[in-house]
């Protein structure tokens, strides 16, 4: 009976002995999770506070893109019909141009057609290039060719064979003319 005693004390004891060992496991097991300090709680709010402004930031400009788009889109979306209609006003011009003396009620009719064309181009923003005595300028001037001329400036604008087209402050067809060099 005693040789029983004696191995129930020891059984406990050992079944003591691994409860404590599994509490402290268990201890250090919540120790490998941690829970994060004070600062490191800090450093992590502020990097999503940071990321939030981003992603605002991100967001806003999107935005921004989009309402730009679509202004230029409303301005710029009647561009490829407009052009189309510029040969019909050259050929207005040309027939203008080349009408006989005595054809006038001809010549009335072409030019209140050319008008009525260029007011109609004029409702959706686009204007005439017509360089008369201006400078020639690259950017709204096409040069064909060079002429002499003593009595204008070198660089400015000779003949005018075409007339330029600008819609809303862009050119879509530069005005062809000749430029002086003396």
Not at 39 to 61: G, P, Q, T, V
Not at 149 to 160: F, L, R
């Given at each position: 009976m005693a040789?029983?005693?004696?191995?129930?004390?020891?059984?406990?004891?050992?079944?003591?002995?691994?409860?404590l060992e599994t509490e402290s496991t268990d201890e250090d097991s919540s120790d490998d999770i941690g829970t994060p300090s004070y600062?490191?709680?800090?450093?992590?709010?502020?990097?999503?506070?940071?990321?939030?402004?981003?992603?605002?930031?991100?967001?806003?400009?999107a935005l921004k893109r989009t309402l730009s788009e679509v202004e230029k889109a409303h301005k710029y979306g009647v561009e490829k019909l407009l052009v189309e209609l510029l040969p019909v006003i050259d050929s207005l011009e040309h027939a203008l141009s080349n009408v006989s003396q005595d054809a006038t009620e001809d010549k009335e009719g072409i030019e209140l057609t050319l008008k009525s064309f260029e007011s109609a181009?004029?409702?959706?923003?686009?204007?005439?290039?017509?360089p008369v005595?201006?400078?020639?300028?690259?950017e709204k001037h096409e040069a064909v060719t060079m002429e002499q001329?003593?009595?204008?400036?070198?660089?400015?604008?000779?003949?005018?064979f075409q007339r330029g087209w600008e819609l809303h402050s862009r050119?879509?067809?530069?005005?062809?003319?000749?430029v002086i060099k003396n």
């Open positions: 040789k029983q005693k004696k191995s129930k004390d020891i059984d406990s004891e050992s079944l003591e002995n691994e409860n600062e490191e709680l800090l450093e992590k709010n502020e990097e999503l506070e940071k990321s939030i402004l981003r992603a605002n930031a991100d967001l806003d400009n181009l004029d409702k959706f923003g686009m204007i005439p290039i017509y005595n201006e400078e020639f300028n690259p001329d003593q009595e204008k400036e070198n660089g400015s604008i000779g003949n005018i050119v879509v067809r530069p005005a062809r003319v000749t």
